[in-house]
């Protein structure tokens, strides 16, 4: 029990490493949203406009969609449906897991399929 529960800690800590690590490499990789460079009167009101749209304040983005919204939107839905699958292996896997009446086959391929999905988790 105790070496699974390191192995546990293990997962969880690595996955936490690489999400931190994704996050800080997106944030330094991607361009500034707003314009420092002129500060007249439409470009902060724009600025403003998308500060309240990013908020969850208004649906308006008062600007079409650029390149860097669009593939931000398609990352979270990807992000979405691979947590949805991963919640969904874990729950049929420690179903088995429970139903399995000691049959130590069933056990252990509950266990391989915990495995890789905290590894594929992981991974992305």
Known sequence: MKQVLKYIVIVAAGFMLT????????????PYPFSISNNSAN??????CY??????????????????????????ILLSVTGIIFFI????????????????????????TIRNALLALQLL
């Open 89 to 112: 292996t874990m729950l049929w896997s420690g179903g088995r897991w429970m139903t399995s009446g000691g049959n130590e086959k069933i056990v252990s391929e509950a266990k391989l």
């Open 19 to 30: 999400n931190l690590f994704f996050v800080f490499s997106l944030q330094a990789a991607s």
């Open 43 to 48: 470009e902060a009101q724009n600025n403003l």
């Open 51 to 76: 500060i309240a749209y990013l908020a969850g304040l208004t649906n308006e983005t008062c600007d079409s969609y650029d390149l860097i919204e669009i593939v931000g939107n398609i990352i979270n």
